[in-house]
T-cell receptor
């Protein structure tokens, strides 16, 4: 079985500041990990994913995430926030099958 | 590049009415899923179909039925709508042979039950 915990349902940053969205997972098998982004009134779009190999993965729009097995974490970061990054972000984990388990989401607000 | 197509995009139902949400994918994926999204609760799996001809319950199946019509299409039916089923519904598809592939999502159906 697997689960995902996203710490902080709302995060607010200033434009140009560091974005850090936290995700911790639980999985009984080596996990595949994903971040999805949802813009208002749209579906979910894949931002980045970790499968195997390099633990630092880069995604679209300047986002990246690092898989840390010892901490069971997969936090999402971006060095400099832009107004267009305002959205809801979901972390997800895949275990023995392709079925994904999602976290409850973090809404990112970017202020001037 | 259609991906996953959901219809309708918006729907208002009266309590007790029935309706079917349609979903079709053109990526030749074997697995398809129906989720509902509610504020503060993330995405919750209603039903899924691992392959054509099979369906299984997810986390919140009560009040819903599904049909995997063929490899492309996976419909969700509300037999007697209730206000608690007011939500945004998302269909997704994936290829189980590619665990690291993730899901491709449709753009959602916003359902209001009054």
């Amino acid at each position: 079985a697997q689960s995902v915990t996203q710490l902080g349902s709302h995060v607010s940053v200033s434009e140009g500041a560091l974005v850090l969205l936290r995700c911790n997972y639980s999985s009984s098998v080596p996990p595949y990990l994903f971040w999805y982004v949802q813009y208002p009134n749209q579906g979910l779009q894949l931002l980045l994913k970790y499968t195997t190999g390099a633990t630092l993965v880069k995604g679209i729009n300047g986002f990246e995430a690092e898989f840390k097995k010892s901490e069971t974490s997969f936090h999402l970061t971006k060095p400099s926030a832009h107004m267009s990054d305002a959205a809801e972000y979901f972390c997800a984990v895949s275990g023995t099958a392709s079925k994904l388990t999602f976290g409850t989401g973090t809404r990112l607000q970017v202020t001037l | 590049n259609a991906g996953v197509t959901q219809t309708p995009k918006f729907q208002v139902l009266k309590t007790g009415q029935s309706m079917t949400l349609q979903c079709a994918q053109d990526m030749n994926h074997n697995s398809m899923y129906w989720y509902r999204q509610d504020p503060g609760m993330g995405l919750r799996l209603i039903y899924y179909s691992a392959s054509e001809g099979t369906t299984d319950k997810g986390e919140v199946p009560n009040g819903y039925n599904v049909s995997r019509l063929n490899k492309r299409e996976f419909s969700l039916r509300l037999e007697s709508a209730a206000p608690s089923q007011t939500s945004v519904y998302f269909c997704a598809s994936s290829e189980p042979g590619l665990k690291g592939y993730g899901y491709t999502f449709g753009s959602g159906t916003r359902l209001t039950v009054v």
